[in-house]
């Protein structure tokens, strides 16, 4: 079984649809460790409510952006995690943790990648005025939502929509996409090359 940790920022919705894909065994891994930047971490909660390890690292008790990357990579090492799921981590990660984990890490991105990278995804897509936008699960390299792509969703932007009513949407096309990615990783079903992931049968 794969050891997943999640790096989670916020409410966590993400995270709770990959808990209970998993109790559903429909991720052929489980989730060891969650991991939290902000205290109050509804993610946090969450996680404790299903008895997983979960842990607020604060940014503050570290000289800067390595030296806490590189607390988090120990922890991750210390808990042997073969999959590290950024779910709304609201940091760019340095290189030094991405070149610790190569091609395992994921993120999960409101918009259709390359499109509208970056904070606010949804607002972007939702002011630039787009008819279709969705949700993209790839993994992360050392730039701005720039790493391979593994899955992507799309979701239609429909006229009486607004930021909130469209960002429900693509939160719900996320909780489906995110395990199912996560799911194609645990079961070594994934191989990258260059820019191109495929799923291999
Ligand atoms: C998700 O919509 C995710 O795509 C986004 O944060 C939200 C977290 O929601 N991530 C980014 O914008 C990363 N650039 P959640 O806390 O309810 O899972």
Redesign the pocket.
């Known amino acids: 079984m794969k050891r997943i940790a999640v790096l989670?920022s916020?409410?966590?919705?993400?995270?709770e649809a990959i808990l209970e894909a998993a109790e559903r065994g429909e991720i052929a891994g489980e989730v060891a460790l969650v991991v939290s930047d902000q205290k109050e971490a509804q993610?946090l909660q969450r996680a404790e409510r299903r008895g997983v390890k979960n842990l607020f690292m604060d940014p503050r008790d570290y000289g800067g952006r390595e030296q806490y990357d590189q607390a988090i990579v120990e922890q991750l090492q210390e808990d042997r995690i073969d999959l590290v799921a950024l779910?709304?981590f609201?940091r760019l990660l340095s290189p030094l943790f991405v070149s610790a984990f190569p091609m395992q890490i994921m993120?999960?991105?409101?918009s259709l990648l390359p499109a509208f990278p970056?904070?606010d995804?949804v607002e972007q897509a939702f002011h630039y005025g787009v008819k279709v936008t969705g949700?993209t699960v790839h993994f992360v390299d050392e730039g701005l939502?720039t790493g391979p792509i593994i899955l992507q969703e799309a979701v239609p932007v429909i006229q009486e929509d607004t930021v909130e009513t469209l960002h429900q949407r693509?939160?719900a096309s996320?909780h489906r996409l995110y395990p199912t990615a996560i799911d194609l990783f645990c079961r070594e079903k994934l191989k990258v090359e260059g820019r191109r992931c495929m799923i291999i049968d």
């Open positions: 989670a916020g409410r966590g919705t993400n995270l993610a779910a709304g609201m993120n999960i991105h409101p970056g904070l995804g949700c939502d693509i939160h996320e």
